[in-house]
Protein backbone atom coordinates (compact mmCIF):
# COMPACT_ATOMS: atom_id res chain seq x y z
CA UNK A 1 0.00 0.00 0.00
CA UNK A 2 1.21 3.36 -1.00
CA UNK A 3 0.95 6.14 1.59
CA UNK A 4 1.02 9.80 1.37
CA UNK A 5 4.60 9.97 2.81
CA UNK A 6 5.75 7.69 0.65
CA UNK A 7 3.62 8.52 -2.56
CA UNK A 8 5.52 11.93 -2.49
CA UNK A 9 8.98 9.58 -2.22
CA UNK A 10 8.03 7.64 -5.12
CA UNK A 11 6.94 10.55 -7.28
CA UNK A 12 10.67 12.59 -5.94
CA UNK A 13 12.23 9.71 -7.81
CA UNK A 14 9.71 9.57 -10.83
CA UNK A 15 10.68 13.51 -11.35
CA UNK A 16 14.56 13.17 -10.22
CA UNK A 17 15.33 10.30 -12.93
CA UNK A 18 16.34 12.55 -16.36
CA UNK A 19 14.86 9.36 -18.54
CA UNK A 20 11.78 10.12 -17.38
CA UNK A 21 12.04 13.57 -18.93
CA UNK A 22 12.01 12.04 -22.28
CA UNK A 23 8.57 9.30 -22.15
CA UNK A 24 6.11 9.82 -24.39
CA UNK A 25 3.50 11.38 -22.35
CA UNK A 26 1.15 8.50 -22.16
CA UNK A 27 4.16 6.09 -20.76
CA UNK A 28 5.36 8.73 -18.23
CA UNK A 29 1.21 9.45 -17.06
CA UNK A 30 1.53 5.46 -16.40
CA UNK A 31 4.44 5.11 -14.65
CA UNK A 32 4.23 8.69 -12.98
CA UNK A 33 0.72 7.49 -11.76
CA UNK A 34 2.28 3.86 -10.98
CA UNK A 35 4.64 5.76 -8.25
CA UNK A 36 2.23 7.38 -6.63
CA UNK A 37 0.17 4.76 -5.82
CA UNK A 38 -2.54 5.96 -8.38
CA UNK A 39 -4.90 2.68 -10.39
CA UNK A 40 -5.39 4.01 -13.69
CA UNK A 41 -5.36 7.13 -14.86
CA UNK A 42 -6.14 8.74 -18.83
CA UNK A 43 -5.19 12.46 -20.11
CA UNK A 44 -7.91 13.82 -22.45
CA UNK A 45 -6.60 17.34 -24.70
CA UNK A 46 -9.12 19.94 -25.88
CA UNK A 47 -9.34 19.55 -29.88
CA UNK A 48 -8.26 23.25 -31.66
CA UNK A 49 -11.96 24.03 -31.44
CA UNK A 50 -13.30 22.78 -27.77
CA UNK A 51 -15.70 20.54 -28.37
CA UNK A 52 -14.35 17.34 -27.65
CA UNK A 53 -12.07 16.04 -24.86
CA UNK A 54 -9.41 13.58 -26.44
CA UNK A 55 -7.68 10.98 -25.29
CA UNK A 56 -4.02 9.98 -25.53
CA UNK A 57 -4.97 6.59 -26.38
CA UNK A 58 -6.99 4.65 -28.63
CA UNK A 59 -8.41 2.28 -26.19
CA UNK A 60 -11.17 5.11 -24.87
CA UNK A 61 -13.65 7.37 -26.58
CA UNK A 62 -13.33 11.26 -26.90
CA UNK A 63 -15.99 13.12 -24.63
CA UNK A 64 -17.97 16.34 -25.66
CA UNK A 65 -17.08 19.33 -23.79
CA UNK A 66 -20.83 20.52 -23.29
CA UNK A 67 -22.30 16.96 -22.76
CA UNK A 68 -20.17 14.72 -20.25
CA UNK A 69 -18.66 15.32 -16.74
CA UNK A 70 -15.09 15.46 -18.34
CA UNK A 71 -16.88 18.18 -20.09
CA UNK A 72 -17.92 19.98 -17.13
CA UNK A 73 -14.61 19.66 -15.24
CA UNK A 74 -12.83 21.10 -18.48
CA UNK A 75 -15.57 24.08 -18.88
CA UNK A 76 -15.79 24.94 -14.93
CA UNK A 77 -11.81 24.33 -14.38
CA UNK A 78 -12.81 22.13 -11.27
CA UNK A 79 -13.02 18.83 -9.86
CA UNK A 80 -15.17 16.55 -10.88
CA UNK A 81 -16.10 12.44 -8.94
CA UNK A 82 -18.54 10.20 -10.49
CA UNK A 83 -19.30 6.84 -10.28
CA UNK A 84 -17.17 4.79 -12.62
CA UNK A 85 -19.48 2.35 -14.85
CA UNK A 86 -17.26 -1.03 -14.10
CA UNK A 87 -17.48 0.32 -9.96
CA UNK A 88 -15.36 2.69 -7.94
CA UNK A 89 -14.83 6.14 -8.37
CA UNK A 90 -13.61 8.57 -10.93
CA UNK A 91 -11.84 11.92 -10.40
CA UNK A 92 -11.83 14.30 -13.49
CA UNK A 93 -9.45 16.86 -12.33
CA UNK A 94 -8.62 20.13 -14.90
CA UNK A 95 -5.39 20.61 -17.01
CA UNK A 96 -4.45 23.78 -16.47
CA UNK A 97 -1.20 25.66 -17.57
CA UNK A 98 -1.66 28.60 -15.86
CA UNK A 99 -4.80 30.37 -17.29
CA UNK A 100 -4.96 28.30 -20.57
CA UNK A 101 -7.19 25.07 -20.36
CA UNK A 102 -5.43 22.21 -22.06
CA UNK A 103 -7.97 19.44 -21.01
CA UNK A 104 -8.67 16.58 -18.39
CA UNK A 105 -7.41 14.05 -16.52
CA UNK A 106 -9.55 11.19 -15.44
CA UNK A 107 -8.24 9.33 -12.44
CA UNK A 108 -10.27 5.99 -11.87
CA UNK A 109 -9.85 4.22 -8.34
CA UNK A 110 -12.02 2.16 -6.21
CA UNK A 111 -11.90 5.18 -3.63
CA UNK A 112 -11.31 8.85 -3.26
CA UNK A 113 -9.02 9.52 -0.49
CA UNK A 114 -7.46 12.85 0.66
CA UNK A 115 -3.81 11.23 -0.01
CA UNK A 116 -5.13 10.02 -3.80
CA UNK A 117 -6.46 12.88 -4.02
CA UNK A 118 -3.47 15.02 -3.16
CA UNK A 119 -1.48 12.62 -5.56
CA UNK A 120 -4.09 13.37 -8.61
CA UNK A 121 -3.90 16.86 -8.51
CA UNK A 122 -0.03 16.92 -8.01
CA UNK A 123 0.01 14.42 -11.11
CA UNK A 124 -2.54 16.70 -13.46
CA UNK A 125 -0.31 19.73 -12.79
CA UNK A 126 2.92 18.35 -14.24
CA UNK A 127 0.68 16.38 -17.18
CA UNK A 128 0.16 19.83 -17.74
CA UNK A 129 3.43 21.09 -17.77
CA UNK A 130 4.38 18.03 -19.80
CA UNK A 131 1.71 18.50 -22.29
CA UNK A 132 3.37 22.62 -22.44
CA UNK A 133 6.36 21.75 -23.24
CA UNK A 134 6.11 18.90 -25.81
CA UNK A 135 3.21 20.04 -28.29
CA UNK A 136 5.46 22.43 -29.58
CA UNK A 137 7.67 19.69 -31.26
CA UNK A 138 5.22 17.09 -30.74
CA UNK A 139 2.88 16.32 -33.91
CA UNK A 140 0.86 13.83 -32.13
CA UNK A 141 -0.81 16.25 -30.34
CA UNK A 142 -1.65 17.90 -33.09
CA UNK A 143 -2.58 15.27 -35.05
CA UNK A 144 -4.94 13.83 -32.16
CA UNK A 145 -6.68 17.48 -31.27
CA UNK A 146 -7.08 18.19 -35.09
CA UNK A 147 -10.70 16.79 -36.70
CA UNK A 148 -10.37 18.20 -40.16
CA UNK A 149 -6.95 19.20 -42.08
CA UNK A 150 -5.68 22.64 -42.19
CA UNK A 151 -5.29 24.90 -45.10
CA UNK A 152 -1.68 26.39 -45.34
CA UNK A 153 -2.35 30.03 -44.80
CA UNK A 154 -4.09 28.80 -41.01
CA UNK A 155 -1.39 26.76 -40.33
CA UNK A 156 1.44 29.60 -41.33
CA UNK A 157 -0.97 32.17 -38.79
CA UNK A 158 -1.42 29.59 -36.24
CA UNK A 159 2.24 28.76 -35.45
CA UNK A 160 2.33 32.72 -34.31
CA UNK A 161 -0.37 32.42 -32.12
CA UNK A 162 0.05 32.63 -28.41
CA UNK A 163 -2.05 30.29 -25.82
CA UNK A 164 -5.50 31.18 -25.72
CA UNK A 165 -5.62 32.44 -22.20
CA UNK A 166 -3.15 34.34 -20.17
CA UNK A 167 -3.25 35.92 -16.84
CA UNK A 168 -2.59 36.59 -13.20
CA UNK A 169 -4.87 36.89 -9.75
CA UNK A 170 -5.28 40.57 -10.91
CA UNK A 171 -5.91 40.44 -14.95
CA UNK A 172 -6.73 38.24 -17.58
CA UNK A 173 -7.25 37.91 -21.37
CA UNK A 174 -8.51 34.75 -23.05
CA UNK A 175 -8.96 34.98 -26.47
CA UNK A 176 -11.18 32.66 -29.39
CA UNK A 177 -10.59 32.98 -33.71
CA UNK A 178 -12.44 31.17 -36.28
CA UNK A 179 -12.49 29.24 -39.04
CA UNK A 180 -10.37 27.30 -37.13
CA UNK A 181 -8.68 25.38 -39.91
CA UNK A 182 -9.03 28.34 -42.89
CA UNK A 183 -8.09 31.35 -41.68
CA UNK A 184 -7.63 34.22 -43.74
CA UNK A 185 -5.99 37.42 -42.21
CA UNK A 186 -7.14 37.72 -38.61
CA UNK A 187 -5.17 37.15 -35.05
CA UNK A 188 -4.51 38.68 -31.47
CA UNK A 189 -1.68 38.35 -29.19
CA UNK A 190 -1.29 38.93 -25.76
CA UNK A 191 1.59 39.08 -23.11
CA UNK A 192 2.37 39.36 -19.43
CA UNK A 193 5.59 41.07 -18.03
CA UNK A 194 5.57 42.11 -14.10
CA UNK A 195 3.32 44.98 -14.38
CA UNK A 196 1.70 45.43 -17.93
CA UNK A 197 -0.73 43.14 -19.75
CA UNK A 198 0.10 43.44 -23.16
CA UNK A 199 -3.34 42.25 -26.04
CA UNK A 200 -3.47 43.19 -29.74
CA UNK A 201 -6.61 41.94 -32.12
CA UNK A 202 -5.45 42.31 -36.28
CA UNK A 203 -7.08 42.37 -39.40
CA UNK A 204 -5.02 41.92 -42.47
CA UNK A 205 -6.49 42.77 -45.83
CA UNK A 206 -8.00 39.73 -48.15
CA UNK A 207 -8.29 36.26 -47.07
CA UNK A 208 -5.41 34.35 -48.53
CA UNK A 209 -1.57 33.42 -47.67
CA UNK A 210 -0.47 37.11 -48.29
CA UNK A 211 -3.22 37.70 -45.66
CA UNK A 212 -2.07 35.43 -43.36
CA UNK A 213 1.89 36.74 -44.46
CA UNK A 214 1.01 40.63 -43.30
CA UNK A 215 -0.93 39.52 -39.62
CA UNK A 216 2.28 37.15 -38.78
CA UNK A 217 4.70 39.97 -39.94
CA UNK A 218 2.93 42.29 -37.85
CA UNK A 219 2.76 40.24 -34.89
CA UNK A 220 6.55 39.67 -34.90
CA UNK A 221 7.48 43.44 -35.50
CA UNK A 222 5.20 44.61 -32.17
CA UNK A 223 6.42 41.60 -30.21
CA UNK A 224 10.27 42.32 -31.38
CA UNK A 225 9.64 46.09 -30.40
CA UNK A 226 7.89 44.92 -26.73
CA UNK A 227 10.66 43.28 -25.87
CA UNK A 228 12.86 45.84 -26.29
CA UNK A 229 10.85 47.92 -23.62
CA UNK A 230 9.41 49.99 -26.35
CA UNK A 231 6.03 51.91 -25.80
CA UNK A 232 2.62 52.02 -27.55
CA UNK A 233 3.12 54.35 -29.95
CA UNK A 234 6.58 52.80 -30.66
CA UNK A 235 5.42 49.22 -31.04
CA UNK A 236 2.38 50.63 -33.80
CA UNK A 237 5.53 52.83 -35.57
CA UNK A 238 7.33 49.01 -35.60
CA UNK A 239 4.66 47.35 -37.12
CA UNK A 240 4.36 50.04 -39.60
CA UNK A 241 7.82 49.75 -40.30
CA UNK A 242 8.18 46.48 -41.42
CA UNK A 243 4.79 46.19 -43.20
CA UNK A 244 5.64 49.30 -45.48
CA UNK A 245 9.39 47.07 -45.99
CA UNK A 246 8.54 43.92 -46.69
CA UNK A 247 5.23 43.79 -47.44
CA UNK A 248 4.56 47.64 -49.20
CA UNK A 249 0.82 46.16 -50.90
CA UNK A 250 -0.29 44.93 -47.48
CA UNK A 251 -2.15 46.92 -44.36
CA UNK A 252 -3.90 45.43 -41.47
CA UNK A 253 -6.51 47.32 -38.97
CA UNK A 254 -6.24 46.48 -35.68
CA UNK A 255 -6.08 47.51 -31.95
CA UNK A 256 -3.19 47.60 -30.02
CA UNK A 257 -3.29 47.95 -25.77
CA UNK A 258 -1.84 48.09 -22.47
CA UNK A 259 -3.30 47.21 -19.36
CA UNK A 260 -1.63 48.59 -16.12
CA UNK A 261 -1.98 45.64 -13.62
CA UNK A 262 -1.84 47.52 -10.23
CA UNK A 263 -3.82 50.55 -11.76
CA UNK A 264 -5.99 49.07 -13.87
CA UNK A 265 -5.01 52.49 -16.72
CA UNK A 266 -5.40 50.93 -20.37
CA UNK A 267 -4.06 52.71 -22.84
CA UNK A 268 -4.86 51.38 -26.90
CA UNK A 269 -4.42 52.70 -30.51
CA UNK A 270 -6.68 52.09 -32.86
CA UNK A 271 -5.72 51.45 -36.43
CA UNK A 272 -8.90 51.59 -38.47
CA UNK A 273 -10.50 49.06 -36.41
CA UNK A 274 -13.67 48.23 -34.90
CA UNK A 275 -14.41 50.41 -31.69
CA UNK A 276 -13.30 47.95 -28.63
CA UNK A 277 -16.53 47.54 -25.90
CA UNK A 278 -16.59 48.08 -22.37
CA UNK A 279 -18.87 45.89 -19.94
CA UNK A 280 -19.09 47.44 -16.06
CA UNK A 281 -21.49 46.46 -13.34
CA UNK A 282 -23.72 44.19 -15.82
CA UNK A 283 -24.43 46.62 -18.42
CA UNK A 284 -22.60 47.83 -22.09
CA UNK A 285 -21.28 51.21 -21.55
CA UNK A 286 -21.77 52.55 -25.21
CA UNK A 287 -19.43 54.45 -26.76
CA UNK A 288 -16.83 54.55 -23.51
CA UNK A 289 -13.84 53.51 -25.98
CA UNK A 290 -15.06 55.09 -28.64
CA UNK A 291 -12.19 57.48 -30.42
CA UNK A 292 -11.21 58.54 -33.68
CA UNK A 293 -9.48 55.88 -35.45
CA UNK A 294 -5.80 56.47 -37.18
CA UNK A 295 -5.12 54.89 -40.70
CA UNK A 296 -4.90 51.05 -40.98
CA UNK A 297 -1.30 49.74 -40.27
CA UNK A 298 1.34 49.90 -43.36
CA UNK A 299 -0.33 52.45 -45.25
CA UNK A 300 1.98 55.06 -46.72
CA UNK A 301 3.56 57.14 -43.59
CA UNK A 302 1.83 60.36 -45.15
CA UNK A 303 -1.44 59.06 -44.37
CA UNK A 304 -0.02 58.94 -40.65
CA UNK A 305 2.08 61.82 -40.66
CA UNK A 306 1.21 63.31 -37.34
CA UNK A 307 2.02 60.20 -35.54
CA UNK A 308 -0.53 57.62 -33.75
CA UNK A 309 -3.06 58.49 -31.14
CA UNK A 310 -2.46 56.59 -28.14
CA UNK A 311 -5.81 57.05 -25.85
CA UNK A 312 -6.42 55.90 -21.75
CA UNK A 313 -9.19 54.89 -19.45
CA UNK A 314 -8.85 54.25 -16.02
CA UNK A 315 -11.31 50.63 -15.75
CA UNK A 316 -12.80 49.87 -12.62
CA UNK A 317 -12.31 46.39 -10.19
CA UNK A 318 -14.21 43.60 -12.80
CA UNK A 319 -14.35 45.69 -16.27
CA UNK A 320 -14.15 43.25 -19.40
CA UNK A 321 -12.93 45.01 -22.22
CA UNK A 322 -13.91 43.37 -25.47
CA UNK A 323 -11.60 43.57 -28.92
CA UNK A 324 -12.91 42.07 -32.00
CA UNK A 325 -12.78 41.80 -35.60
CA UNK A 326 -16.24 42.66 -37.76
CA UNK A 327 -16.49 39.45 -39.11
CA UNK A 328 -18.29 39.04 -35.13
CA UNK A 329 -20.69 41.40 -35.18
CA UNK A 330 -21.70 40.55 -39.01
CA UNK A 331 -21.93 37.07 -38.35
CA UNK A 332 -25.50 35.72 -38.72
CA UNK A 333 -27.70 34.36 -35.97
CA UNK A 334 -30.27 31.29 -36.34
CA UNK A 335 -32.93 33.90 -36.80
CA UNK A 336 -30.68 35.52 -39.78
CA UNK A 337 -30.31 38.83 -38.29
CA UNK A 338 -26.63 39.79 -37.59
CA UNK A 339 -25.29 39.51 -34.17
CA UNK A 340 -24.97 43.00 -34.18
CA UNK A 341 -22.86 45.14 -30.76
CA UNK A 342 -25.81 44.71 -28.38
CA UNK A 343 -26.52 40.99 -28.97
CA UNK A 344 -22.43 40.43 -28.33
CA UNK A 345 -22.35 42.77 -25.52
CA UNK A 346 -25.57 40.88 -23.93
CA UNK A 347 -24.26 37.82 -24.57
CA UNK A 348 -21.07 38.70 -22.57
CA UNK A 349 -23.12 40.22 -19.47
CA UNK A 350 -25.32 37.33 -19.38
CA UNK A 351 -22.73 35.05 -19.04
CA UNK A 352 -20.97 36.70 -16.86
CA UNK A 353 -24.18 37.03 -14.37
CA UNK A 354 -24.90 33.61 -13.95
CA UNK A 355 -20.85 32.92 -13.47
CA UNK A 356 -18.93 31.78 -16.09
CA UNK A 357 -15.49 32.10 -16.80
CA UNK A 358 -14.04 34.26 -19.74
CA UNK A 359 -12.52 31.24 -21.84
CA UNK A 360 -15.76 29.54 -21.23
CA UNK A 361 -18.04 32.76 -22.30
CA UNK A 362 -16.02 32.68 -25.58
CA UNK A 363 -16.08 29.71 -26.04
CA UNK A 364 -19.76 29.37 -25.94
CA UNK A 365 -20.59 32.78 -28.08
CA UNK A 366 -17.64 31.57 -31.07
CA UNK A 367 -19.67 28.07 -31.14
CA UNK A 368 -23.14 29.91 -31.30
CA UNK A 369 -21.65 31.77 -34.38
CA UNK A 370 -20.47 28.42 -36.06
CA UNK A 371 -23.93 26.67 -35.28
CA UNK A 372 -25.78 29.36 -37.08
CA UNK A 373 -23.89 29.35 -40.78
CA UNK A 374 -22.83 25.44 -40.64
CA UNK A 375 -21.68 25.87 -44.08
CA UNK A 376 -18.71 28.66 -43.31
CA UNK A 377 -18.13 32.17 -41.60
CA UNK A 378 -18.70 35.07 -44.42
CA UNK A 379 -15.35 36.19 -42.66
CA UNK A 380 -13.04 35.35 -40.06
CA UNK A 381 -14.34 36.11 -36.59
CA UNK A 382 -11.63 37.21 -33.77
CA UNK A 383 -12.34 37.94 -29.94
CA UNK A 384 -10.33 38.84 -27.13
CA UNK A 385 -11.23 39.65 -23.58
CA UNK A 386 -9.81 41.51 -20.88
CA UNK A 387 -10.69 41.66 -17.32
CA UNK A 388 -9.21 43.81 -14.59
CA UNK A 389 -9.20 43.22 -10.97
CA UNK A 390 -6.83 45.37 -8.75
CA UNK A 391 -4.20 43.74 -6.63
CA UNK A 392 -6.27 44.63 -3.12
CA UNK A 393 -8.69 42.54 -4.05
Known amino acids: MVTADSGDGLLEEFLADPENGRLDLTT ?96 ATLMAMLVTSKRAYKDSFVRRTRTEPMRLPAEMLRAFLPPRTIGTAHAVSTAVLEPAYDLGGDAFDHALTETTLHASVLDAMGHDLASGLTSAVALAACRNARRTGADLPELVQSVDAALST ?110 ELAPEILRRLIHSLLDAQPGRLRDDATILMLEWWPPTR
Request: glycine fraction near 8%; charge should be negative; proline fraction near 6%.
Open 246 to 355: WLPDQFCTGILAQLDLASGMLRWTNCGHPTPLLIRGQRLLVDALARDADPPMGLPSVLAEDGRACHEIALEPGDRVLMYTDGVTESRMHDGEELGLNRFADFVIRATAAG
Open 28 to 123: AVTRCAKAMGLQHCVVYLADLQQRELVPLTDVVPALPVDASEAGWAYRTQSLRVTESDTGGLTAWLPLLDGAERLGVLALHTPELTPASLRHARAL
